[in-house]
């Protein structure tokens, strides 16, 4: 398949996925083991020389001072925030998935009981997957509108995880904004073009798929909010959605902003996403290894992506395991940005609640 395109990870990379987890933990026993050495060869040498008691002295002195150029001062949240401050951090990428908007109320793709791809027996799909392909739209897009009625940007707002990535576009320190969904969330919490790139593409826009002729959102909401097919007012050929389909290529700006970001990336923060999906996932491969990356997600992910969580190798990446917006609210707490993300919260609400109420009254 083309590397361009968005691919779920095939049956036996996740087989393997699992292996290198199996392998992961048999390293961590081979690291404590190794660790565990020096206390027994200083047993022995106790009895044979005093020297190597200096020596082992000296190790464990050496263990705990902390290298001038060590990248992280530790591997927690508030070694990053002491790397935000002390480098000062200028071009922070984030890379996210549904994750960050499953709090707004939208499901994710692959949760058990509540995601997505768990909820689609009433199409009668051949396999959850098909409803974003293309092959399989053409022929039956009924599914996939059905579904987008659900999905529909608009219906929701951003939440307190879009608000961060603001935050951090405000204080002058984002450099890229990464992000798998297609919810238009983003663009609701305000943050810049410039700064977005939706990897999976955007319901903002739609093309025909015969004469490429561009359709505008408002166009669309209105087609699928009247349960309409929506076809070409010119050629009568199906209109889909610029949203990425498995079996089509990423937006070019994709790749044009790739090579030169994570060149300059000085800190990746990866937030609500399982990080299956590829080309997406190996973005996160792309800093260099003086590039710290933090984590916030609700179970470790990214078995391939060669993390060093929970390795004795590991001087620069920081697991965080929780609710993505907790992670935004701590992290920003601790860089003295709390409040600031709470105003943002409450601007938001505000306008929101103002909206709604102006809708309201002329709708009376
Ligand atoms: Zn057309």
Redesign the pocket.
């Known amino acids: 398949m083309d590397s361009g395109t968005p691919r779920e990870r095939s049956p036996e990379s996740k087989t393997k996925s699992s292996e290198d987890s199996h392998n992961v933990a048999t390293s961590n026993e081979a690291d404590m083991a190794i660790r565990e050495k020096p206390s027994s060869s200083k047993t022995s040498s106790m009895s044979t020389s005093g020297e190597t008691d200096v020596v082992d002295a000296l190790a464990s002195q050496l263990q705990n001072i902390s290298l001038p150029n060590q990248i992280l001062s530790d591997l927690s949240m508030d070694g990053i925030v002491a790397y935000i401050r002390k480098k000062p951090c200028r071009n922070i990428v984030t890379m996210v998935g549904a994750g960050i908007s499953t709090a707004a109320g939208i499901p994710d793709f692959r949760s058990p009981g509540t995601g997505i791809y768990h909820n689609l027996k009433k199409y009668n799909l051949p396999y959850p997957q098909a409803i974003f392909e293309l092959a399989y739209f053409k022929e039956h897009p009924e599914p996939f509108y059905e579904l987008a009625s659900d999905l529909l940007p608009g219906e929701y707002r951003p939440t307190k995880s879009h608000f961060f990535i603001k935050l951090l576009e405000e204080k002058g320190v984002l450099l890229r904004h990464y992000t798998q969904n297609i919810d238009n969330l983003e663009r609701l919490a305000g943050i810049s073009e410039e700064k977005l790139i939706e990897a999976h593409g955007t319901f903002y826009k739609s093309h ?1 798929l ?4 561009q359709y505008g959102f408002e166009w669309l909401k209105r087609q699928i909010n009247r349960k309409r097919i929506p076809h ?1 007012i ?4 199906l ?1 889909k959605p610029d949203i990425i389909f498995f079996g089509e290529n990423l937006p070019r700006r994709f790749y044009q902003k790739m090579y030169s970001d994570f060149v300059e990336c000085d800190l990746l923060i990866i937030m609500g996403s399982s990080l299956e999906v590829e080309p997406f996932a190996s973005l996160a491969l792309r800093p260099s290894k003086m590039c710290p990356r933090l984590m916030i997600n609700l179970v470790p992910v990214g078995d391939n992506i060669e993390f060093l969580f929970g390795k004795s190798a590991n001087d620069r990446d920081v697991l965080w395991i929780g609710d993505c917006d907790a992670g935004c609210q701590l992290l920003a707490d601790k860089l003295g940005w709390g409040d600031d993300l709470i105003k943002l919260l409450a601007t938001d609400e505000t306008t929101y609640s103002s909206m709604e109420r102006g809708t309201a009254e002329t709708s009376c």
Do not use: D, E
Request: net charge neutral; charged share 0%; hydrophobic share 20%.
């Open positions: 025909c015969g004469c490429q002729n070409c010119h050629c009568n050929a209109v």
